[in-house]
Nanobody, 113 residues
């Protein structure tokens, strides 16, 4: 089972940018579709974005489309989420997850007004 560790979260002002990373262990990362999820305070998990094993196909939730970009580097076993034009409602713990079911511990993103 792939192990996942997110990083790159932090505090940013509204309109700012952050880049999240998710480092994966093991040799199956390059064969696995990956996703970013988030959980805002007091709310359930929310799917944000997904990417195919090759990176050739990406998809986004409506609320982040044209602001966030998902990508991956299979040579580095790493998944990314570039987040631009951040809004206060983007405040949440962000998790990377594999279609196989693995999920990281999350990284906090806080957007202040």
């Amino acid at each position: 089972e792939v192990q996942l560790v997110e990083s790159g979260g932090g505090l940013v002002h509204s309109g700012g940018s952050l880049r999240l990373s998710c480092a994966a262990s093991g040799c199956t990362f390059r064969y696995t579709s990956m996703n970013w999820l988030r959980q805002a305070p007091g709310k359930g998990f929310e799917w944000v974005s997904g990417i195919s094993p090759s990176g050739g196909t990406t998809s986004y939730a409506r609320f982040v489309k044209c602001r966030f970009t998902i990508s991956r580097d299979n040579a580095k076993n790493t998944l990314y989420l570039q987040m631009n034009r951040l809004k206060t409602e983007d405040t949440a713990v962000y998790y990377c997850s594999a279609n196989s079911g693995s999920r990281g511990q999350g990284t906090q993103v806080t957007v202040s007004s």
